[in-house]
């Protein structure tokens, strides 16, 4: 059983571009969150949705971020028109379908836009 | 609204010498709690967990954690670190009926071999 896939790895971007950051979730699993962590701030939530669906995006920037996670394939974070302080590892994580969620996370995305 | 706080920011010892980390949660109700290790250049790992039952709960690497209700805390403890066990350490809190798991900022331990 593969775990959370999180591509790619490392992403540059310049500022303007946009930025597409893509997680497959664990067989079975139908929560996916996906968390930003910067130096000495440790994960800030971004946003959790089931298939279809944004169940909670209050962690999201109201501008230029959106997330999906469709009925067939991966979920993906965008981050239209980067901008330096984008600059992030971003890390999703998993949860199977169970009133008790233990999130497994990919290796992160480390976005840098120069 | 919930939040994690973790009281330590950088953490260094020696060998051998025994730990303990501490984490408090704000959240009246029926809680999960979590603590994850990241190891330098690594995506987070599950320790250990709690969702009811024994208070002293037992993780991997010789890790374990107390819950205490009354002092909404959930430290972690180990009674003799490795200088293997250099990594930054995340303890997070889920409240059943809100399904996102809060995350503190993370203590740096830093072994000294």
């Known amino acids: 059983n593969a775990g959370v896939m999180q591509n790619p790895r490392h992403l540059v971007r310049r500022r303007g571009q946009e930025a597409r950051l893509r997680c497959s979730p664990m067989k079975g699993h139908s929560h996916v969150y996906w968390y930003r962590q910067l130096p000495e701030e440790g994960l800030k939530f971004m946003v959790y949705?089931?298939?279809?669906?944004?169940?909670?995006e209050s962690g999201m920037p109201k501008e230029r971020f959106s997330a999906e996670f469709p009925k067939e394939g991966p979920s993906i974070l965008r981050i239209q028109q980067v901008v330096r302080g984008d600059s992030a590892a971003y890390f999703c994580?998993?949860?199977?379908?169970?009133?008790?969620?233990?999130?497994?996370f990919g290796q992160g995305t480390r976005l840098t836009v120069v | 609204a919930q939040s994690v706080s973790q009281h330590n920011h950088h953490v260094i010892l020696s060998e051998a010498a025994s730990l303990e980390l501490g984490c408090n949660y704000s959240y009246g109700g029926t809680v999960n709690l979590f603590w994850y290790v990241q190891y330098p250049g690594q995506h987070l790992q599950l320790l250990l967990k709690y969702f009811s039952g024994d208070p002293l709960v037992k993780g991997i690497k010789g890790f374990e954690a107390e819950f205490i209700k009354s002092k909404f805390s959930f430290n972690l403890r180990k009674p003799s670190v490795q200088w293997s066990d250099t990594a930054e350490y995340f303890c997070?809190?889920?409240?059943?009926?809100?399904?996102?798991?809060?995350f503190g900022k993370g203590t740096r331990l830093h072994i000294l071999p």
């Open positions: 949705l089931q298939k279809e669906n944004i169940i909670d």
């Open positions: 994580a998993s949860s199977p379908d169970s009133p008790r969620p233990e999130a497994f």
């Open positions: 997070a809190v889920n409240a059943p009926r809100d399904d996102k798991i809060i």
